[in-house]
Structures are given as C-alpha cells and as structure tokens.
C-alpha cells in the first residue's frame, strides 16, 4: 500500500515538474532571460518546488512589466496628443524586456521635456500676441487666434505647426504694430508743424499732447481727429499757414546760403494771391529745402564753423588794439587799469594758459585713445578702417605761427551770408593759443575781388558752397588754427 502511494506521488511530481519546466523555458523566452537550471543534486520533491517557485517569479515578472509598459504607453499616448506626435512603436503584445522598457522611459524623459519647452515657447509667444492685439485693438478673427487667446492654454496642441504659425502670428501683428507706431509718428510730426504754423497757443497744444502719448488704436483716432481738424483750419487760415512757411524757408535758406538771387528765384514767395495753390507750392519747396540741407548738412556746418573761426580771427585783432589803447590810458592816468581785479595782460595771459592745458589735456586723450587701439590692433589684428570725412572748409592746421591767407570772390549779391560773418557785435575770445615768445601774432591777409578760374568751374551752391555769391576756398585759412 505504501509502495502505491509513492509510486503515485512520484508520477505526479514528474508531471507536475515537465509542467512547470516547460511553462518556465516558455517565461525564459519571454522576459528575454537565460534557463532556470538547478545547481547540484536534490530531491524530486525540492526540485518540484523550487521549479514551482521560479515559475511563480517569472509570472509575477511577466505581470508586471506588462502593467509597467501599459503605463508607459497611457503616458505617451497623452504627451502625443499635447505634441501632436505618433505614438512610441512597441508591440504591447509581448512582454517588454528591461531594455525595451527603459529606451520607453528615456523616450517619454525627451518628450516631457519637448513639451515644456514648446510650452514655454508658447506661453511667452501668446503673451506677446495678446499685449499687440490689444495695442492693435484687434479682435481674433479665425479659429486659430481664437484657440491662442481665448482657449485653455493646456488644449492647446504644442505641435511645430503650431508654433511656427504662432511665431507667424506674431511677426505680422508687429509688423502691424510697427506701422501703427510710423503712422503716429507722423501725424504727430504733421500735427506739430500745423501746430506752430497756425499759431496754435500753448495751453490747447498740451491738453491734445496728453492723449498721445503711445502708438495704439486709440490714440491714432485721436491724433488723426487732431490732424483732420488742423488741416481744415490750414484751410481757413490760408495767409497765416503761408506766411509761417515763409519765416521757415528763409531760416533754411540761410542755413544753406542761398543768394539773393537764388532767393528769389522761387517767385511764389513774393505773391500775395494766398490759395490752396500757392500753398502746395510753398509745401514742396520747404520739403525740397529741408531734404537739400539734410545731404549736405555736413558741408554748410563746415562753413558755419569757418564763419565763426573768422569772427574769432578778427577778436584777436581786437585784443592787440584794446591792449595798445590801455597802455596808453595807463600812461596818460599813471594807474593800472585792472579786469577781475588784474592788470588785462595777467587777465589775457591767465586765459590763454587755460586754453593751453585745455587743449593739451584734449591731446593727451587722443593719445591714449590712440595708443588703446593701436594696442588692439596688434592684439587682435587690423581693425577695418571706414574712410576719414572731407573737412570742409575748417582751418586748424598746426603751428606757432598764425598766417591767414584768404581768397574771397565775391559779387554784387555777396553781402546777404557774409555780413554775418564780419559785422555785429564782437566778443573777446581767448580760443587762438599766444605764442610763446609774447610777441604779436603775425597775419598775412590778401583779399582779391577777382573770381578764380575754379570758381568758374563750380556750380552754384553745391559742395563747394556758394555762400550767397560767395566761394570760400579751403586754402582761405591755410596755416591758421583759432
């Protein structure tokens, strides 16, 4: 009897061990893991359990890798809908391995943080498009606006379509935004000058000024409202409006030199007939003249400053005379005659030397401006140079002694820009450096009233700068720096 029991609990702990050996090759496969083999000699009842008991381990490892790639692939699905991507290829039939698992993490690791980038992105990009449509005064007007603006920001699909749309979006409200700032910029720059032309008074002038302040919808209305009502009342103050025209086109023809017969040359200034017609001619001159100034504004300051170079040359001959007439006073009164408490040559003197250390301390820093570039240059190589501007008409050349030697031509029509020049009221300057020996600066002057032939040879008031009739020649202070 007890034979039979064994037999038959041997027969089926045979059984049970090809069950669980064959069902254990069979998870071995799966879960990607070498054979189960069991180390050294045992019982058929031990080998029985233990093989059991691998079986039970692979099947809890099978379960849960399967729920762990369930996971994985609910938590790509998401971030693939927000990213509006395909989904992770992995075939959820079979029971994943460690690898397979853990290129599944790293991939949904770089989608996490595609996503809160491109959510970054768009966060920021939506900002921007909000504050310009409200600048704009615009209202989303297609579906996608829509979804940008008014939408749940986590429903928004963070696709590179959209994103790049988005930046699309943005770059054409700015632009808008950036015509919408000239636009303003130019009614303000028109409403200023129909401002000062009509004689507008001060205290009407800032309650508009505070409401234009910004470029936005709103403030357009308002300064193209302003400009609307200004150009009307242009309209019913012809005469005015012409006349306020008239004091700018001749503070730019001053400013440009222009003769007296290049003055008049534009015969509408004359008229007396004030229509709109005449006001549009005024207009286009004024515009012709502003833009002529501009393109060679850099020429006519260089004789702007020749002008005050020859004011500060003939001060200087007012200081030798005006010392001359106190040494006689001072003779004939047998006192010093004293300037700040000082006798006036000590008070010269004392100016002069100012002037040195000033211009030496100007030397100075353009030595070392020098020398730091030049230490740059040979440490990072040859910088570009850009090509020196031409110095119109400016005398400061270098030297102990001052020689003027001038060349003027003038005509019939010369006095209207040189006047300014040699009359009015003259100032003492202590700009020209004395030389050191005290003795009296030495001027040459010669003047001719002959045209040269390269005055001939030049138009009139080009970049040789006709100063109403006048040429001015580089040459007219050669030698001599004020």
């Known amino acids: 009897m007890m034979i039979a029991e064994e037999e038959s609990l041997k027969e089926r702990l045979i059984k049970s061990i090809s069950i669980c050996q064959k ?88 989608l996490r943080e595609k996503k ?12 921007q498009i909000i504050l310009c ?18 939408e749940d920001e986590d429903a928004f699909c963070l696709s590179l379509e959209n994103i790049a749309t988005l930046q699309k979006l943005l770059r054409q409200l700015e632009m808008r935004k950036s015509q919408n700032e000239a636009l303003c ?13 009509l004689q507008i008074p001060e205290e009407e002038r800032e309650a508009v000024a505070m409401n234009q302040t910004g470029s936005n919808a709103k403030v357009r209305r308002v300064l193209q409202l302003e400009a609307d009502r200004l150009e009307e009342l242009k309209m019913q103050n012809m005469k005015k409006v012409i006349e306020a025209i008239r004091v700018e086109l001749a503070q730019y023809w001053d400013r440009c ?3 007296q017969e290049q003055r008049e040359a534009f015969a509408p200034y004359y008229a007396e007939d004030y229509t709109e017609n005449l006001l549009q001619l005024h207009d ?43 040494e006689m006073w001072e003779q004939e009164q047998s006192t010093a005659f004293l300037v700040n408490g000082q006798k006036f040559m000590e008070y010269v003197m004392e100016q002069w030397e100012m002037h040195r250390l000033d211009k030496e301390r100007a030397k100075q ?29 400016t005398p400061s050349m270098p030297g102990k002694v001052r020689k ?42 010669t003047c001719s009233g002959k045209k040269t032939p390269r005055a001939n040879r030049l138009g009139a008031n080009k970049e040789n700068l006709e100063l109403s009739g006048s040429f001015l020649s580089a040459r007219t202070f050669k030698g001599f720096q004020i």
């Open 116 to 127: 809160a980038s491109r959510r970054e992105e768009f966060l920021n990009l939506k900002k």
């Open 284 to 326: 286009a001159e004024i515009v012709q003249l502003k833009n002529y100034y501009q393109v060679h504004k850099e020429l006519f300051e260089g004789v702007r400053k020749w002008e005050e170079n020859w004011r500060l040359f003939l001060e200087f001959e007012l200081e030798e005379e005006l010392k001359t007439r106190i």
């Open 365 to 393: 820093e353009r030595q070392l401006k020098n020398k730091k570039q030049t230490e740059t240059e040979i440490l990072y190589g040859s910088a570009p140079r850009t090509p020196s501007k031409r110095r119109v008409l």
């Open 257 to 259: 030199f222009y003769s």
């Open 133 to 150: 449509m409200e600048e704009l005064d615009h209202t989303p007007d297609t579906s996608f606006e829509r979804d940008v603006v008014c």
């Open 185 to 197: 910029e130019g009614l303000r720059a028109q409403i200023r000058e129909l401002w000062d032309r």
């Open 23 to 110: 069902e254990l090759n069979t998870l071995c496969s799966e879960l990607y893991i070498e054979p189960f083999q069991e180390e050294g000699e045992t019982t058929i009842l031990q080998l029985e359990k233990d093989l059991r008991t691998q079986v039970e381990l692979m099947r809890k490892q099978k379960k849960e890798r399967k729920q762990e790639l369930k996971l994985l692939q609910e938590q790509d699905r998401e971030l693939c809908e927000v990213l509006c991507m395909p989904q992770y290829d992995i075939d959820s039939t079979c029971v994943p391995s460690l690898d397979d698992l853990n290129q599944f993490r790293q991939h949904l690791a770089t």
């Open 404 to 445: 003027l030697n001038t060349t003027i031509m003038s005509n019939a029509a010369a006095n209207s820009s040189i006047r300014p020049a040699f009359g009015g009221t003259v100032y003492h300057s202590p700009i020209s450096r004395l030389p050191p020996s005290g003795s009296k600066v030495i001027v040459t002057s």
